[in-house]
């Protein structure tokens, strides 16, 4: 929508209350808006988000627009602003986080600590010798979720599914478990 007059008759149209002529607007300039809000967002679906809003805030406000000037422009502006306040709001929600996580580590440190002091190196140096009696498979699962493997990943590369990647994991914790008690009680 490079044309003036195009332009001045599809912002006649959504004047006159024909909500529908505002898509031409967003078919013209929603890939433009999109590449602009993506160049300083890493989220797609943020980008999305944004974009949307954007397009909203420019419907509900195009009586400000002034005929003449450039509309790509105007909507950069009102997406730039978009942009700012979902950097303001995602600032605090991480500064919110963040004290969230200090005052439960606060509460509950010294309860983690006590909790972590009485285990006993009998019962991980245990654990650790169940872990390698286990068959291959379920070894890999353990030490799969030990090192925070995605399901999905893991079950691709054992070839199987998420659900019998859950059932081995399971498994592997029942067959810990006893190992574990059988050799604590051994010691």
Not at 131 to 153: C, F, N, S, Y
Not at 156 to 170: F, P, R
Request: glycine residues 6%.
């Amino acid at each position: 929508m490079t044309d003036p007059s195009q332009l001045d008759a599809v912002l006649s149209a959504v004047a006159r209350g024909d909500s529908a002529a505002f898509m031409q607007v967003v078919q013209a300039h929603g890939l433009m808006l999109r590449s602009y809000i993506s160049a300083q967002v890493f989220n797609s679906g943020d980008v999305d988000d944004l974009a949307q809003e954007t397009f909203i805030a420019a419907y509900r406000s195009l009586s400000s627009f002034r005929r003449g000037d450039d509309l790509g422009a105007w909507l950069r502006g009102i997406a730039r602003n978009k942009v700012m306040m979902y950097f303001r709001s995602s600032q605090r929600r991480a500064s919110a986080l963040d004290r969230f996580r200090a005052e439960v580590a606060e509460i509950v440190g010294g309860e983690l600590d006590a909790a972590a002091g009485d285990e006993k190196p009998a019962h991980i140096e245990a654990l650790l010798r169940c872990i390698a009696k286990l068959p291959d498979k379920l070894r890999r699962v353990v030490h799969a979720g030990l090192e925070g493997m995605k399901v999905q990943t893991l079950a691709e590369a054992l070839q199987t599914s998420a659900g019998a990647v859950y059932q081995l994991h399971y498994r592997a914790n029942q067959l810990l478990r006893e190992c574990v008690l059988k050799e604590v009680q051994n010691v």
